[in-house]
Protein backbone atom coordinates (compact mmCIF):
# COMPACT_ATOMS: atom_id res chain seq x y z
CA UNK A 1 0.00 0.00 0.00
CA UNK A 2 2.69 2.30 0.76
CA UNK A 3 3.29 4.71 -2.36
CA UNK A 4 -0.10 4.43 -3.40
CA UNK A 5 -2.44 7.31 -2.79
CA UNK A 6 -5.76 5.98 -1.82
CA UNK A 7 -9.14 7.01 -0.18
CA UNK A 8 -7.64 6.36 3.18
CA UNK A 9 -4.40 9.05 2.44
CA UNK A 10 -7.45 11.03 1.33
CA UNK A 11 -9.00 11.10 4.63
CA UNK A 12 -6.02 11.27 6.69
CA UNK A 13 -5.20 14.76 4.95
CA UNK A 14 -8.05 16.06 4.99
CA UNK A 15 -8.57 15.73 8.70
CA UNK A 16 -5.41 17.15 8.87
CA UNK A 17 -6.11 19.80 6.33
CA UNK A 18 -9.46 20.56 7.95
CA UNK A 19 -8.40 20.84 11.46
CA UNK A 20 -5.55 23.26 10.76
CA UNK A 21 -7.68 25.66 8.73
CA UNK A 22 -10.29 25.69 12.12
CA UNK A 23 -6.77 26.34 13.70
CA UNK A 24 -5.53 29.27 11.76
CA UNK A 25 -9.39 31.29 11.05
CA UNK A 26 -10.02 31.08 15.13
CA UNK A 27 -12.71 32.46 15.72
CA UNK A 28 -15.82 30.25 17.15
CA UNK A 29 -14.21 26.96 17.62
CA UNK A 30 -17.34 25.16 18.05
CA UNK A 31 -17.94 24.90 14.27
CA UNK A 32 -15.13 21.56 14.87
CA UNK A 33 -18.77 19.92 14.35
CA UNK A 34 -19.05 21.08 11.30
CA UNK A 35 -15.87 19.03 9.92
CA UNK A 36 -17.25 15.73 9.59
CA UNK A 37 -19.77 16.88 7.24
CA UNK A 38 -17.24 19.09 5.32
CA UNK A 39 -15.50 16.06 4.70
CA UNK A 40 -18.40 13.99 4.79
CA UNK A 41 -21.38 15.71 2.55
CA UNK A 42 -24.12 14.54 1.34
CA UNK A 43 -26.62 11.75 1.78
CA UNK A 44 -24.83 8.79 -0.09
CA UNK A 45 -21.53 7.38 1.62
CA UNK A 46 -18.65 6.64 -0.47
CA UNK A 47 -16.54 4.19 1.24
CA UNK A 48 -19.10 2.22 3.96
CA UNK A 49 -22.65 1.61 4.18
CA UNK A 50 -23.93 4.56 5.67
CA UNK A 51 -23.02 8.01 5.74
CA UNK A 52 -23.17 8.48 9.49
CA UNK A 53 -20.56 5.52 10.11
CA UNK A 54 -18.01 7.48 7.64
CA UNK A 55 -18.69 10.79 9.70
CA UNK A 56 -18.72 9.02 12.83
CA UNK A 57 -14.91 7.71 12.06
CA UNK A 58 -13.88 10.90 10.48
CA UNK A 59 -15.41 12.83 13.72
CA UNK A 60 -13.01 10.50 15.91
CA UNK A 61 -10.21 11.30 13.69
CA UNK A 62 -10.82 14.82 14.23
CA UNK A 63 -10.66 14.41 17.98
CA UNK A 64 -7.00 12.27 17.13
CA UNK A 65 -5.90 15.34 15.31
CA UNK A 66 -6.99 17.63 17.95
CA UNK A 67 -4.50 15.43 20.66
CA UNK A 68 -7.91 14.24 22.61
CA UNK A 69 -8.21 10.86 23.39
CA UNK A 70 -10.93 8.33 21.54
CA UNK A 71 -14.05 8.69 23.09
CA UNK A 72 -16.05 4.92 24.40
CA UNK A 73 -18.21 3.94 20.98
CA UNK A 74 -21.32 4.46 23.00
CA UNK A 75 -21.28 8.15 24.20
CA UNK A 76 -21.93 10.73 22.03
CA UNK A 77 -20.42 13.96 23.18
CA UNK A 78 -19.68 16.36 20.29
CA UNK A 79 -16.00 17.73 19.99
CA UNK A 80 -16.50 20.74 20.82
CA UNK A 81 -17.48 19.91 24.30
CA UNK A 82 -13.75 19.70 24.54
CA UNK A 83 -12.30 22.21 22.17
CA UNK A 84 -11.85 24.86 24.35
CA UNK A 85 -9.10 22.85 26.69
CA UNK A 86 -7.78 21.63 23.37
CA UNK A 87 -6.72 25.17 21.93
CA UNK A 88 -5.73 26.48 25.32
CA UNK A 89 -3.33 23.75 25.95
CA UNK A 90 -0.34 25.18 23.37
CA UNK A 91 1.74 22.84 25.33
CA UNK A 92 0.33 19.88 25.72
CA UNK A 93 1.85 16.62 25.34
CA UNK A 94 0.27 13.75 24.18
CA UNK A 95 -1.14 11.17 26.28
CA UNK A 96 -0.99 7.64 25.76
CA UNK A 97 -1.57 5.77 24.00
CA UNK A 98 -0.42 7.59 20.89
CA UNK A 99 -1.66 5.33 18.35
CA UNK A 100 -5.33 4.25 18.81
CA UNK A 101 -7.36 1.66 16.74
CA UNK A 102 -11.06 3.34 16.34
CA UNK A 103 -12.80 0.04 16.86
CA UNK A 104 -16.17 0.84 14.64
CA UNK A 105 -13.88 1.31 12.23
CA UNK A 106 -12.34 -1.69 11.83
CA UNK A 107 -13.18 -4.30 9.22
CA UNK A 108 -12.55 -7.28 12.05
CA UNK A 109 -10.14 -8.58 9.28
CA UNK A 110 -9.40 -12.68 10.11
CA UNK A 111 -6.54 -13.62 11.74
CA UNK A 112 -3.68 -14.79 10.17
CA UNK A 113 -5.03 -18.21 8.18
CA UNK A 114 -3.68 -20.35 5.65
CA UNK A 115 -6.49 -21.12 2.84
CA UNK A 116 -6.54 -23.56 -0.10
CA UNK A 117 -8.79 -21.53 -2.85
CA UNK A 118 -10.57 -23.12 -5.75
CA UNK A 119 -7.91 -23.17 -8.09
CA UNK A 120 -6.47 -26.40 -6.55
CA UNK A 121 -5.99 -29.05 -8.83
CA UNK A 122 -6.45 -32.37 -7.29
CA UNK A 123 -2.87 -33.13 -8.11
CA UNK A 124 -1.31 -36.71 -6.99
CA UNK A 125 1.54 -35.60 -5.48
CA UNK A 126 -0.04 -33.70 -2.89
CA UNK A 127 3.31 -31.64 -2.01
CA UNK A 128 0.93 -29.39 0.49
CA UNK A 129 0.03 -32.68 2.64
CA UNK A 130 3.43 -34.03 2.70
CA UNK A 131 5.54 -31.06 3.91
CA UNK A 132 2.33 -30.62 6.56
CA UNK A 133 3.64 -31.05 10.30
CA UNK A 134 0.39 -31.28 11.81
CA UNK A 135 -1.54 -33.54 9.12
CA UNK A 136 -4.20 -30.75 8.76
CA UNK A 137 -4.76 -30.98 5.10
CA UNK A 138 -7.34 -33.46 3.67
CA UNK A 139 -8.86 -34.45 0.63
CA UNK A 140 -12.12 -34.63 -0.46
CA UNK A 141 -14.41 -36.77 -1.93
CA UNK A 142 -13.28 -34.88 -5.79
CA UNK A 143 -9.57 -35.24 -4.36
CA UNK A 144 -9.22 -31.55 -3.75
CA UNK A 145 -7.27 -30.21 -0.87
CA UNK A 146 -8.32 -28.66 2.60
CA UNK A 147 -6.85 -27.33 5.25
CA UNK A 148 -8.38 -28.05 8.86
CA UNK A 149 -7.75 -24.96 10.93
CA UNK A 150 -8.23 -26.21 14.14
CA UNK A 151 -4.93 -28.68 13.14
CA UNK A 152 -3.28 -26.07 10.80
CA UNK A 153 0.24 -24.38 12.96
CA UNK A 154 0.37 -21.28 9.96
CA UNK A 155 3.69 -22.21 9.12
CA UNK A 156 3.70 -21.68 5.23
CA UNK A 157 5.18 -25.12 4.17
CA UNK A 158 2.16 -25.63 1.89
CA UNK A 159 2.01 -22.24 0.41
CA UNK A 160 5.91 -22.52 -0.94
CA UNK A 161 5.01 -26.24 -2.14
CA UNK A 162 2.00 -25.69 -4.15
CA UNK A 163 2.58 -26.46 -7.76
CA UNK A 164 -0.67 -24.13 -8.94
CA UNK A 165 -0.21 -21.26 -6.03
CA UNK A 166 -3.29 -22.60 -5.44
CA UNK A 167 -2.85 -21.98 -1.58
CA UNK A 168 -2.88 -18.43 -0.16
CA UNK A 169 -1.95 -16.31 2.93
CA UNK A 170 -4.62 -14.20 4.65
CA UNK A 171 -3.77 -12.35 7.45
CA UNK A 172 -4.77 -8.92 8.84
CA UNK A 173 -2.74 -5.91 7.26
CA UNK A 174 -1.93 -4.24 10.25
CA UNK A 175 -0.46 -7.09 12.37
CA UNK A 176 1.54 -8.19 9.02
CA UNK A 177 3.31 -5.04 9.37
CA UNK A 178 3.72 -4.56 13.30
CA UNK A 179 7.13 -6.02 14.12
CA UNK A 180 6.38 -5.98 17.84
CA UNK A 181 3.35 -8.59 16.82
CA UNK A 182 1.45 -5.95 19.10
CA UNK A 183 -1.93 -6.49 17.32
CA UNK A 184 -4.36 -8.29 18.56
CA UNK A 185 -8.59 -9.80 18.72
CA UNK A 186 -11.07 -8.22 21.06
CA UNK A 187 -14.00 -9.89 21.86
CA UNK A 188 -15.33 -8.95 19.10
CA UNK A 189 -12.89 -9.96 16.53
CA UNK A 190 -11.63 -6.45 15.84
CA UNK A 191 -7.96 -5.24 16.31
CA UNK A 192 -6.70 -4.09 19.33
CA UNK A 193 -3.16 -3.07 20.45
CA UNK A 194 -1.10 -4.68 22.80
CA UNK A 195 0.59 -1.48 24.62
CA UNK A 196 2.58 -3.51 26.47
CA UNK A 197 4.35 -4.34 23.21
CA UNK A 198 3.69 -1.32 21.06
CA UNK A 199 6.70 1.25 20.09
CA UNK A 200 4.30 3.74 18.23
CA UNK A 201 6.93 2.67 15.08
CA UNK A 202 3.55 3.91 13.19
CA UNK A 203 3.50 0.83 10.51
CA UNK A 204 0.05 -0.22 11.39
CA UNK A 205 -1.83 3.40 10.91
CA UNK A 206 -0.18 3.10 7.36
CA UNK A 207 -0.78 -0.41 6.25
CA UNK A 208 -4.92 -0.33 7.62
CA UNK A 209 -7.21 -0.24 4.26
CA UNK A 210 -10.19 0.95 6.24
CA UNK A 211 -8.80 3.65 7.95
CA UNK A 212 -9.00 2.75 11.23
CA UNK A 213 -5.77 3.41 12.71
CA UNK A 214 -4.62 7.17 13.52
CA UNK A 215 -2.07 8.50 16.21
CA UNK A 216 -2.73 11.63 17.83
CA UNK A 217 -1.62 14.96 16.24
CA UNK A 218 0.05 18.54 17.77
CA UNK A 219 -1.24 19.81 14.73
CA UNK A 220 -4.08 22.55 16.47
CA UNK A 221 -1.31 23.58 19.41
CA UNK A 222 1.31 24.64 17.02
CA UNK A 223 -0.36 26.49 15.04
CA UNK A 224 -2.40 28.28 18.09
CA UNK A 225 0.89 29.14 19.51
CA UNK A 226 2.02 30.76 16.39
CA UNK A 227 -1.22 32.86 16.64
CA UNK A 228 -0.61 33.74 20.18
CA UNK A 229 2.89 34.75 19.42
CA UNK A 230 5.18 32.77 20.83
CA UNK A 231 8.41 32.39 18.89
CA UNK A 232 8.20 28.61 16.94
CA UNK A 233 11.11 27.41 15.28
CA UNK A 234 11.07 24.44 12.71
CA UNK A 235 13.58 21.46 12.85
CA UNK A 236 13.15 19.92 9.47
CA UNK A 237 14.22 15.90 9.53
CA UNK A 238 16.42 14.85 6.77
CA UNK A 239 13.94 12.86 5.22
CA UNK A 240 12.19 16.12 4.31
CA UNK A 241 13.60 16.64 0.65
CA UNK A 242 10.78 15.75 -2.37
CA UNK A 243 8.12 15.27 0.06
CA UNK A 244 6.10 18.10 -0.88
CA UNK A 245 6.35 17.45 -4.28
CA UNK A 246 9.42 18.47 -7.08
CA UNK A 247 8.97 22.28 -6.50
CA UNK A 248 9.44 22.58 -3.51
CA UNK A 249 12.77 23.27 -3.06
CA UNK A 250 14.45 23.58 -0.01
CA UNK A 251 14.25 27.20 -0.29
CA UNK A 252 10.80 27.19 -1.10
CA UNK A 253 9.90 25.00 1.87
CA UNK A 254 11.88 27.90 4.48
CA UNK A 255 9.59 30.70 2.64
CA UNK A 256 6.58 28.52 3.45
CA UNK A 257 6.62 27.64 6.66
CA UNK A 258 7.52 31.16 7.28
CA UNK A 259 3.68 32.09 5.81
CA UNK A 260 2.76 29.25 7.91
CA UNK A 261 4.04 31.10 11.02
CA UNK A 262 7.31 29.34 11.74
CA UNK A 263 10.15 31.92 13.02
CA UNK A 264 12.60 29.88 11.39
CA UNK A 265 13.67 26.50 9.55
CA UNK A 266 16.69 24.41 11.02
CA UNK A 267 17.62 21.44 8.99
CA UNK A 268 18.00 18.60 11.63
CA UNK A 269 21.36 16.96 9.27
CA UNK A 270 22.92 19.25 11.17
CA UNK A 271 22.31 17.25 14.91
CA UNK A 272 22.83 14.81 13.00
CA UNK A 273 25.84 15.22 12.22
CA UNK A 274 26.76 15.78 15.62
CA UNK A 275 25.12 12.25 16.91
CA UNK A 276 27.29 10.75 13.98
CA UNK A 277 30.67 12.33 15.98
CA UNK A 278 29.42 11.20 19.33
CA UNK A 279 28.74 7.66 18.44
CA UNK A 280 32.18 7.36 16.56
CA UNK A 281 33.62 7.88 19.44
CA UNK A 282 31.43 5.73 21.53
CA UNK A 283 32.38 3.05 19.56
CA UNK A 284 36.06 3.46 19.88
CA UNK A 285 36.31 3.95 23.51
CA UNK A 286 33.48 1.11 24.21
CA UNK A 287 33.81 -2.17 21.49
CA UNK A 288 34.97 -4.70 22.15
CA UNK A 289 36.44 -3.67 25.76
CA UNK A 290 33.00 -2.44 27.45
CA UNK A 291 30.41 -3.61 25.19
CA UNK A 292 30.16 -6.77 22.82
CA UNK A 293 28.58 -4.42 20.19
CA UNK A 294 26.98 -1.23 19.99
CA UNK A 295 23.50 -0.02 18.68
CA UNK A 296 22.76 2.95 16.60
CA UNK A 297 20.53 5.29 18.90
CA UNK A 298 18.35 7.67 15.93
CA UNK A 299 15.56 5.55 15.56
CA UNK A 300 13.20 5.63 19.21
CA UNK A 301 11.14 2.39 18.29
CA UNK A 302 14.14 0.15 17.45
CA UNK A 303 15.69 1.81 20.55
CA UNK A 304 12.63 1.08 23.24
CA UNK A 305 12.27 -2.54 20.97
CA UNK A 306 15.60 -3.07 21.70
CA UNK A 307 15.19 -2.30 25.69
CA UNK A 308 11.93 -4.53 25.70
CA UNK A 309 12.58 -7.25 24.10
CA UNK A 310 16.76 -7.78 25.13
CA UNK A 311 17.08 -5.98 28.37
CA UNK A 312 20.40 -6.77 28.71
CA UNK A 313 21.54 -5.53 25.69
CA UNK A 314 20.16 -1.26 27.11
CA UNK A 315 23.44 -0.54 27.49
CA UNK A 316 24.85 -1.37 24.19
CA UNK A 317 21.94 0.77 22.28
CA UNK A 318 24.23 4.25 21.72
CA UNK A 319 23.39 6.72 25.17
CA UNK A 320 24.13 9.69 22.16
CA UNK A 321 21.44 11.94 21.99
CA UNK A 322 19.33 11.65 18.96
CA UNK A 323 19.24 14.40 16.20
CA UNK A 324 16.21 15.51 17.03
CA UNK A 325 17.29 16.52 20.44
CA UNK A 326 20.62 17.58 19.86
CA UNK A 327 18.82 20.54 16.88
CA UNK A 328 16.33 21.00 19.44
CA UNK A 329 19.16 21.74 22.59
CA UNK A 330 21.39 23.90 19.86
CA UNK A 331 18.43 25.99 18.85
CA UNK A 332 17.23 26.35 22.54
CA UNK A 333 20.60 27.51 23.38
CA UNK A 334 20.43 30.39 21.06
CA UNK A 335 16.61 31.04 20.94
CA UNK A 336 16.01 30.41 25.00
CA UNK A 337 12.09 31.74 24.50
CA UNK A 338 11.61 29.51 21.26
CA UNK A 339 9.57 26.61 21.04
CA UNK A 340 10.74 23.89 19.04
CA UNK A 341 9.03 21.96 16.34
CA UNK A 342 10.54 18.84 15.05
CA UNK A 343 8.80 17.96 11.77
CA UNK A 344 10.24 14.63 10.42
CA UNK A 345 8.18 11.43 8.85
CA UNK A 346 7.94 9.77 12.25
CA UNK A 347 5.16 8.59 14.70
CA UNK A 348 7.93 7.37 17.25
CA UNK A 349 9.10 10.58 17.63
CA UNK A 350 6.01 11.87 19.06
CA UNK A 351 6.89 8.98 21.58
CA UNK A 352 10.60 10.10 21.73
CA UNK A 353 9.30 13.84 22.89
CA UNK A 354 6.75 12.65 25.13
CA UNK A 355 9.50 11.49 27.39
CA UNK A 356 10.14 14.04 30.73
CA UNK A 357 14.06 13.72 29.65
CA UNK A 358 13.13 15.29 26.50
CA UNK A 359 10.23 17.39 27.02
CA UNK A 360 12.26 20.68 27.80
CA UNK A 361 14.30 20.57 24.50
CA UNK A 362 11.36 19.68 21.90
CA UNK A 363 7.97 20.68 22.48
CA UNK A 364 5.95 20.02 19.47
CA UNK A 365 6.52 17.06 16.58
CA UNK A 366 4.73 16.66 13.60
CA UNK A 367 4.85 14.52 10.60
CA UNK A 368 5.36 15.84 6.82
CA UNK A 369 1.62 14.47 6.58
CA UNK A 370 0.30 17.04 9.31
CA UNK A 371 2.88 19.56 7.83
CA UNK A 372 1.00 19.38 4.61
CA UNK A 373 -2.03 19.70 6.04
CA UNK A 374 -1.28 22.92 7.27
CA UNK A 375 0.38 24.38 3.55
CA UNK A 376 -3.17 22.66 1.99
CA UNK A 377 -5.13 25.04 4.90
CA UNK A 378 -2.82 28.49 3.89
CA UNK A 379 -3.75 27.21 0.08
CA UNK A 380 0.34 27.25 -0.49
CA UNK A 381 1.22 26.08 -3.86
CA UNK A 382 4.68 25.73 -4.42
CA UNK A 383 4.76 26.08 -7.99
CA UNK A 384 4.32 30.01 -7.86
CA UNK A 385 5.55 30.84 -4.43
CA UNK A 386 8.99 32.79 -4.84
CA UNK A 387 11.80 32.25 -2.84
CA UNK A 388 15.67 32.93 -2.54
CA UNK A 389 17.79 30.04 -3.74
CA UNK A 390 20.46 30.98 -1.33
CA UNK A 391 18.14 31.50 1.62
CA UNK A 392 17.72 27.50 2.22
CA UNK A 393 18.79 24.71 3.94
CA UNK A 394 22.13 24.11 3.68
CA UNK A 395 23.81 23.36 6.94
CA UNK A 396 23.70 19.76 7.26
CA UNK A 397 26.89 17.70 5.56
CA UNK A 398 25.83 14.88 3.12
CA UNK A 399 26.26 12.07 5.44
CA UNK A 400 24.43 13.73 8.14
CA UNK A 401 21.66 13.90 5.31
CA UNK A 402 21.82 10.15 4.67
CA UNK A 403 20.98 9.62 8.14
CA UNK A 404 17.12 9.48 6.44
CA UNK A 405 18.13 5.87 4.39
CA UNK A 406 18.05 2.73 5.27
CA UNK A 407 22.19 1.76 6.35
CA UNK A 408 23.14 5.93 6.33
CA UNK A 409 23.60 6.24 10.23
CA UNK A 410 25.88 2.77 10.16
CA UNK A 411 28.04 4.32 6.61
CA UNK A 412 27.92 7.85 8.67
CA UNK A 413 29.39 6.64 12.21
CA UNK A 414 31.74 4.29 10.24
CA UNK A 415 33.20 7.16 7.82
CA UNK A 416 33.33 9.36 10.73
CA UNK A 417 35.54 6.45 13.04
CA UNK A 418 37.57 6.32 9.65
CA UNK A 419 38.85 10.37 10.37
CA UNK A 420 39.21 9.74 13.81
CA UNK A 421 40.99 6.56 14.09
CA UNK A 422 41.32 5.62 10.28
CA UNK A 423 43.43 1.66 11.39
CA UNK A 424 39.89 0.80 12.87
CA UNK A 425 37.86 -1.45 10.65
CA UNK A 426 34.08 -1.76 12.04
CA UNK A 427 32.06 -4.37 10.85
CA UNK A 428 28.19 -3.16 10.74
CA UNK A 429 24.60 -4.58 9.85
CA UNK A 430 21.15 -3.27 9.26
CA UNK A 431 18.36 -3.94 10.42
CA UNK A 432 15.29 -3.00 8.10
CA UNK A 433 12.11 -3.01 9.77
CA UNK A 434 11.97 -4.41 13.40
CA UNK A 435 11.61 -8.53 12.19
CA UNK A 436 14.74 -8.46 11.05
CA UNK A 437 16.20 -5.68 14.13
CA UNK A 438 14.78 -8.65 16.28
CA UNK A 439 17.17 -11.30 13.99
CA UNK A 440 19.78 -9.00 14.09
CA UNK A 441 19.61 -8.82 18.12
CA UNK A 442 18.76 -12.63 18.33
CA UNK A 443 22.42 -13.35 16.43
CA UNK A 444 24.09 -10.86 18.87
CA UNK A 445 22.41 -12.88 21.38
CA UNK A 446 23.91 -16.04 19.93
CA UNK A 447 27.67 -14.42 20.00
CA UNK A 448 27.95 -13.68 16.49
CA UNK A 449 27.70 -10.17 16.64
CA UNK A 450 30.73 -9.12 18.99
CA UNK A 451 32.72 -5.84 17.61
CA UNK A 452 29.61 -5.09 15.51
CA UNK A 453 27.80 -1.42 14.88
CA UNK A 454 24.62 -2.30 14.75
CA UNK A 455 21.71 0.06 13.04
CA UNK A 456 18.03 -0.36 13.90
CA UNK A 457 15.22 1.29 11.49
CA UNK A 458 11.62 0.40 12.68
CA UNK A 459 10.28 1.41 9.11
CA UNK A 460 11.72 -0.72 6.23
CA UNK A 461 13.64 1.13 4.25
CA UNK A 462 14.58 3.58 6.58
CA UNK A 463 13.02 7.02 7.69
CA UNK A 464 11.75 7.77 4.37
CA UNK A 465 9.36 5.01 4.90
CA UNK A 466 8.07 6.35 8.14
CA UNK A 467 4.05 7.12 8.92
CA UNK A 468 3.94 10.61 8.34
CA UNK A 469 5.62 10.29 4.66
CA UNK A 470 3.83 11.40 1.64
CA UNK A 471 6.26 10.56 -1.25
CA UNK A 472 6.85 6.91 -2.30
CA UNK A 473 10.01 5.09 -0.65
CA UNK A 474 12.02 4.51 -3.63
CA UNK A 475 11.46 8.62 -5.00
CA UNK A 476 12.08 9.72 -1.44
CA UNK A 477 15.44 7.86 -1.45
CA UNK A 478 16.50 8.99 -4.82
CA UNK A 479 15.94 12.93 -3.60
CA UNK A 480 17.87 11.84 -0.28
CA UNK A 481 20.74 10.78 -2.39
CA UNK A 482 20.57 13.75 -4.72
CA UNK A 483 20.47 16.28 -2.01
CA UNK A 484 23.81 14.55 -0.40
CA UNK A 485 25.30 15.75 -3.33
CA UNK A 486 24.66 19.02 -2.92
CA UNK A 487 25.93 19.30 0.62
CA UNK A 488 28.80 21.63 1.02
CA UNK A 489 30.50 18.94 2.94
CA UNK A 490 30.74 14.87 3.26
CA UNK A 491 32.03 13.67 6.26
CA UNK A 492 30.13 14.66 9.50
CA UNK A 493 33.29 15.14 11.43
CA UNK A 494 33.67 18.26 9.10
CA UNK A 495 30.73 20.27 10.17
CA UNK A 496 30.93 23.76 11.92
CA UNK A 497 28.73 22.66 14.31
CA UNK A 498 30.79 20.08 15.74
CA UNK A 499 32.38 22.17 18.97
CA UNK A 500 28.90 22.71 19.84
CA UNK A 501 28.53 18.96 21.25
CA UNK A 502 29.92 19.98 24.47
CA UNK A 503 26.33 22.79 24.65
CA UNK A 504 24.20 20.20 24.04
CA UNK A 505 25.93 17.42 26.79
CA UNK A 506 25.45 20.27 29.36
Not at 31 to 51: K, L, N, Q, S, W
Not at 214 to 228: E, L
Not at 428 to 451: H, P, S, T, W
Amino acid sequence: MRGVHSAVDEIRRNVFTEVARLAYEGGDLNRVDMIPYTIVPGEVARHRHDVFLERAIVQERVRLALGMSLQPAGEQTPVSANIQEAASADDKYFEEPLVNIISFACNACPPKQIRITDSCQGCLSHPCMNVCPKDAIYLDKDKHCHIDQEKCIKCGRCFNQCPYHAISKIERPCAAACGMDAIESDDLGRAKINYDKCVSCGMCLVNCPFAAIADKSQIFQVINAMNRGSEVIACVAPAFVGQFGKAATPAKLKAAMRILGFQDVVEVAIGADLCTVEEAKDFLEEVPEKLPFMGTSCCPAWSVMAKKLFPEFKDCISMALTPMVITARMVKKDHPNARICFIGPCAAKKLEANRKSVRSDVDYVLTFEELQGMFDAKDIDFNTLEADPEDGLNEGTAMGRGFAVGGGVAAAVVEAIKHIDPSREVQIEYGDGLRECKKMLMMAKAGKRNGYLLEGMACPGGCVAGAGTITPVRESTMNVEKFKKEAAEVSCTASPFVDRLKDVEE
